[in-house]
């Protein structure tokens, strides 16, 4: 991706951890009846700012009333996903449970209350219990797992590994520390909020992406994606987010052969589904503005799943905002016009090699121009997540990974 002031790169870790501050953590059972998890995204000290977009017709959502800019909360101190449908949800309590304990939340008459934002997938019964659900113990796990990595762009996870029948049961750290990268490492896949996710017959799963802009402002996603609607181009097969990727994300990947296209006929597609995830900034947003980035990566959803938004998708995505970064102030140029770009460090003091980007930069540019190029980031990063999400995931009886139904797209090893 190239904008008028050069080229666009992932950050470090091509995930969300790629925005200062931020820490995820997942926590997964699976076996003796359970398959599902859930996934916390935790804020840097003092909250971050955030909206939320609800495009499905069948959410499980807690606390987006609150995101409105029309209400009291300015922060929010962590976001949950989470499988198990509306049971789900519980597992926001445990990590309120962390949160309060540690003095962080919304200061009130006695104490804190902690702002902690949800949404959940629809996986019941895919572990053969259906009751088999994420409880407040899930949310501990996921927070203990968040926090207790001293890599910023790593991850610990709970329990066994990605993918072993019987691992990762809440509670039990291994200590584990990851990082991303294309082909899908521990911090995409089957684990967390992903574990039991489908997409259009596939394996679903949790996938991330990000971007540095020629700015020096970082856009980064993660998506949870369990999805009724196809990630695949109907005529290649060629994951829809793929087409999205940065210069040599996806070079490993190319076209599937006819035969292996002709073949497909995905069996147990299920009836009730959705997406869910975060798309994160270091750029200063207000809540109005994170609703807008929210609203806008629905639209990197829908580029990379086909049909987005359905009766049976409860499909929502959260916006946060670290505030690392000062917010472009109003000037006397016209709305979103840019100036003379001349060769110096972005808002964030970073350099790409023989990139060409605007005057150092102290809040000051023409209204709009960083927020245009963020908007536009921001969708493009979600459906780069969504095609991670289904590359990193592992296959199961009745829903097969990609490479396992199209091992010929896999052209070389990432």
């Given at each position: 991706m190239s904008g008028p002031d050069g080229p666009s790169l992932p950050g470090p870790a091509n995930s969300l951890q790629d925005v200062a501050g931020l820490r995820v953590g997942h926590a997964q059972r699976t076996g003796d009846g359970y398959l599902t998890g859930t996934t916390v995204v935790l804020a840097p000290p003092g909250g971050m700012v955030a909206g939320v977009d609800v495009r499905g017709a069948a959410p499980g959502t807690r606390e987006t009333e609150l995101l409105d800019p029309r209400n009291l909360v300015e922060r929010a101190h962590a976001i949950v996903l989470s499988g198990g449908s509306a049971y789900g949800l519980s597992a926001a309590c445990g990590v309120m449970d962390r949160l309060a304990d540690g003095g962080v939340g919304f200061p009130v008459e006695g104490g804190v209350v902690p702002i902690v934002p949800a949404a959940v997938i629809y996986d019941l019964g895919r572990g053969t219990r259906f009751r088999a659900t994420p409880d407040a113990a899930f949310g501990h796990a996921a927070y203990d797992a968040a926090t207790s990595?001293?890599?910023?762009?790593?991850?610990?996870?709970?329990g066994a590994g990605r993918g072993k029948e019987g691992g990762g049961a809440p509670?039990?750290?291994?200590?584990?520390?990851?990082r991303a990268n294309e082909g899908g490492s521990?911090?995409?896949?089957?684990?967390?909020?992903?574990?039991?996710?489908?997409?259009?017959?596939?394996?679903?799963?949790?996938?991330?992406?990000?971007?540095v802009l020629p700015s020096g402002v970082t856009v980064a996603a993660l998506a949870v994606v369990n999805a009724a609607g196809s990630v695949l181009d109907p005529g290649t097969g060629v994951l829809s987010g793929a087409r999205y990727g940065l210069p040599g994300e996806f070079d490993h990947l190319g076209e599937p052969s006819a035969e292996e296209v002709a073949a497909w006929r995905p069996a147990g597609v299920t009836s009730l589904n959705t997406t869910i995830g975060v798309v994160a900034t270091d750029l200063t947003l207000t809540k109005a503005q994170c609703g807008k980035l929210a609203g806008v990566a629905h639209d990197g959803l829908a580029r990379a799943i086909r049909p987005a938004h359905t009766m049976v998708d409860g499909d929502t995505v959260f916006a946060v905002s670290t505030c690392a970064l000062p917010p472009p102030q109003p000037g006397r140029t016209p709305y979103g016009s840019r100036p003379a770009a001349v060769n110096g460090p972005g808002p964030g003091g970073k350099f790409q090699d023989g990139a060409v980007r605007r005057a150092p930069w102290d809040g000051t540019a023409p209204e709009g121009v960083h927020l245009h190029d963020l908007l536009a980031a921001g969708a493009d990063v979600f459906s780069r997540a969504v095609a991670h999400a289904v590359l990193a995931a592992t296959g199961r009886a009745g829903a097969?990974?990609?490479?396992?139904?199209?091992?010929?797209?896999?052209?070389?090893?990432?």
């Amino acid at each position: 991706m190239s904008g008028p002031d050069g080229p666009s790169l992932p950050g470090p870790a091509n995930s969300l951890q790629d925005v200062a501050g931020l820490r995820v953590g997942h926590a997964q059972r699976t076996g003796d009846g359970y398959l599902t998890g859930t996934t916390v995204v935790l804020a840097p000290p003092g909250g971050m700012v955030a909206g939320v977009d609800v495009r499905g017709a069948a959410p499980g959502t807690r606390e987006t009333e609150l995101l409105d800019p029309r209400n009291l909360v300015e922060r929010a101190h962590a976001i949950v996903l989470s499988g198990g449908s509306a049971y789900g949800l519980s597992a926001a309590c445990g990590v309120m449970d962390r949160l309060a304990d540690g003095g962080v939340g919304f200061p009130v008459e006695g104490g804190v209350v902690p702002i902690v934002p949800a949404a959940v997938i629809y996986d019941l019964g895919r572990g053969t219990r259906f009751r088999a659900t994420p409880d407040a113990a899930f949310g501990h796990a996921a927070y203990d797992a968040a926090t207790s990595s001293p890599d910023p762009l790593g991850q610990a996870f709970p329990g066994a590994g990605r993918g072993k029948e019987g691992g990762g049961a809440p509670g039990e750290s291994s200590g584990v520390a990851a990082r991303a990268n294309e082909g899908g490492s521990a911090l995409g896949g089957s684990i967390g909020a992903g574990t039991g996710a489908m997409a259009g017959g596939l394996a679903g799963g949790i996938g991330g992406a990000s971007v540095v802009l020629p700015s020096g402002v970082t856009v980064a996603a993660l998506a949870v994606v369990n999805a009724a609607g196809s990630v695949l181009d109907p005529g290649t097969g060629v994951l829809s987010g793929a087409r999205y990727g940065l210069p040599g994300e996806f070079d490993h990947l190319g076209e599937p052969s006819a035969e292996e296209v002709a073949a497909w006929r995905p069996a147990g597609v299920t009836s009730l589904n959705t997406t869910i995830g975060v798309v994160a900034t270091d750029l200063t947003l207000t809540k109005a503005q994170c609703g807008k980035l929210a609203g806008v990566a629905h639209d990197g959803l829908a580029r990379a799943i086909r049909p987005a938004h359905t009766m049976v998708d409860g499909d929502t995505v959260f916006a946060v905002s670290t505030c690392a970064l000062p917010p472009p102030q109003p000037g006397r140029t016209p709305y979103g016009s840019r100036p003379a770009a001349v060769n110096g460090p972005g808002p964030g003091g970073k350099f790409q090699d023989g990139a060409v980007r605007r005057a150092p930069w102290d809040g000051t540019a023409p209204e709009g121009v960083h927020l245009h190029d963020l908007l536009a980031a921001g969708a493009d990063v979600f459906s780069r997540a969504v095609a991670h999400a289904v590359l990193a995931a592992t296959g199961r009886a009745g829903a097969p990974a990609y490479l396992d139904v199209f091992p010929s797209a896999l052209r070389r090893t990432p």
